[in-house]
């Protein structure tokens, strides 16, 4: 069984809303999500030549999909149209 943890962050308050609306718009997550996406890539991203991603970057879009698509995430959507 794996465990998780939380961590907190301080941003400027009007970065954090720009960030939830884009993210809610363009790709239809929160900012936690997002966050995931980023750090699970930034973990499993094999060379050090950077470490900004963008949307449109196949490899990015690639972990995206696979992380969508995975139970835990299909478990948490379903959870959520249950109580829509």
């Known amino acids: 069984m794996s465990s998780s943890s939380q961590f ?3 941003i400027d308050k009007d970065l954090k ?4 609306k884009k993210a809610n718009e ?3 997550i929160g900012l936690g999500t997002l966050t995931k996406l980023f ?3 930034f973990v499993g991203k094999k060379t050090k030549s950077t470490l ?3 949307v449109g970057d ?3 879009d690639k972990i ?3 992380t969508l698509r995975s139970k835990k995430a299909k478990n948490a ?3 959520l149209s249950k109580s829509i």
């Open 58 to 60: 196949q490899e990015f």
């Open 39 to 41: 750090l699970k890539y």
């Open 8 to 10: 907190l962050i301080r």
């Open 17 to 20: 809303l720009s960030a939830q």
């Open 64 to 66: 995206l999909d696979a």
């Open 26 to 28: 363009e790709l239809g």
């Open 52 to 54: 900004a991603f963008y």
């Open 77 to 79: 959507f379903s959870k």
